[in-house]
């Protein structure tokens, strides 16, 4: 989403399909798109590719085949808890704070839908598309 620019599209008569895994990131990504260029056709498949499937079309993997975003921060935060627990347990309870920390982070996520974590492993390079 960060390197999503409207300028970027060169034909503005051609139709784009704009996708992700549950459609959030693709709206997202449309509205930004529309915001910088409102005549832009573009479409985004509601409830993403996850959506697709469940509706019966079929889908072509490509040959990259890496965790879904929402499974790398689970697996990310899940082991950061445990790290700090074993540390909180074994060297010092000042270890917990930064499961307070990690804690504090989840809520904001499930209150407002922003995942400071997810943005961050967004970008890290085996989830850039070339």
């Known amino acids: 989403m960060s390197k999503l620019k409207g ?10 399909i704009i996708y992700c895994q549950k459609g959030g990131r693709g709206k997202s990504a449309c509205e930004k798109l529309l915001a ?4 832009l056709n573009i479409y ?10 469940n509706e019966g079309y079929n889908v072509r993997k490509g040959e990259k085949s890496i965790l879904p975003l929402d499974r790398q921060v689970q697996l990310s ?7 700090f627990c074993a540390l ?6 000042a270890f917990i704070w930064p499961i307070i920390f990690i804690a504090a982070g ?3 996520a499930g209150a407002t839908g922003f ?10 390079p085996w989830n850039q598309r070339v």
């Not at 300028?7 to 784009?16: P, Q």
């Not at 935060?77 to 790290?83: D, E, G, H």
């Not at 995942?115 to 890290?124: E, W």
């Open 106 to 108: 989840l809520f904001v």
């Open 115 to 124: 995942c400071g974590l997810a943005r961050i492993i967004a970008l890290m």
């Open 88 to 93: 909180s347990l074994t060297i010092s309870t």
């Open 44 to 53: 985004n498949i509601s409830g993403g590719i996850n959506e697709w499937v």
């Open 7 to 16: 300028e970027d599209i060169k034909h503005e008569k051609s139709a784009y």
């Open 77 to 83: 935060i899940s082991t950061l808890i445990l790290v």
């Open 36 to 39: 910088h260029n409102p005549d």
